[in-house]
């Protein structure tokens, strides 16, 4: 069964604007994890996040995480055509290195 | 440094026959999942490998099976295979912290 849900299932955008994706999940974790995968091909770890940490940033990316709620936001900013992918966020269950992945949201931003 | 590479790329077989992927792990890393992802789908877990043996496993038929080499690389094997069994494969190797995924083969069962 999946436990991350992101939102929204799809994201379309111009270039330079900023994209934000989000994350729900349902048990507790040890990390959480983004990915880019694009047009069904490997993913591409993008950020790990750990419990004990709120935000993250790696680039044109910033990821919070809030584990009160259990969720996660991935925001990319100033963002370009070749950003057009899928993102999932995948966690680990509570020191299990099996990681669970939503449905994903798909970006797709236009020149 | 090489990363988590995987062959073949593309399979394609019937129903009923065995197939087996294959995984080698990005330098340095000694632990090795395997995933597989349907269409319009996230990837599900179908089995961890650490010290050549299964660490953990998912929610997949016993005719999901795998095996871990000395050198990490890893096979999974699938047998009697359903139409629903089609889909993207895909292997991540990790040591204790971020899982770093192959390319993926893709296999269609027909």
């Known amino acids: 069964s999946q436990q991350g849900e992101e939102d929204p299932q799809a994201l379309s955008i111009q270039e330079g604007e900023n994209a934000t994706m989000n994350c729900s999940y349902k048990?507790?974790?040890?990390?959480l994890q983004w990915y880019r995968q694009n047009s069904g091909r490997g993913l591409v770890h993008l950020i790990l996040?750990?419990?004990?940490?709120r935000e993250k940033h790696s680039g044109r990316l910033r990821v919070t995480l809030d584990t009160s709620k259990k969720s996660s936001s991935l925001l990319i900013t100033a963002s370009r055509a070749a950003d057009t992918a899928s993102y999932f966020c995948?966690?680990?269950?509570?020191?299990?290195?099996?990681?669970?992945f939503g449905k994903g949201t798909k970006l797709t931003v236009n020149p | 440094d090489a990363g988590v590479t995987q062959s073949p790329t593309h399979l394609i077989k019937t129903r009923g026959q065995q197939v087996t992927l294959r995984c080698s792990p990005k330098?340095?890393?000694?632990?090795v999942s395997w995933y597989q992802q349907a269409l319009g789908q996230g990837p599900q877990f179908i089995f961890q490998?650490?010290?050549?043996?299964?660490?953990q496993r998912g929610n997949f038929p016993d005719r999901f099976s795998g095996h871990q080499f000395p050198n990490y690389s890893s096979e999974l094997n699938v047998n009697a295979l359903l139409l629903g069994d089609s889909a993207l494969y895909l292997c991540?190797?990790?040591?204790?912290?971020?899982?770093?995924f192959g390319p993926g083969t893709r296999l269609t069962v027909l």
């Open positions: 996040i750990r419990s004990n940490e």
């Open positions: 991540a190797s990790s040591l204790g912290g971020g899982q770093y």
């Open positions: 995948a966690t680990d269950q509570g020191g299990s290195e099996k990681l669970v």
């Open positions: 330098s340095g890393h000694d632990t």
């Open positions: 048990t507790s974790i040890n990390n």
């Open positions: 490998y650490y010290e050549e043996e299964e660490r």
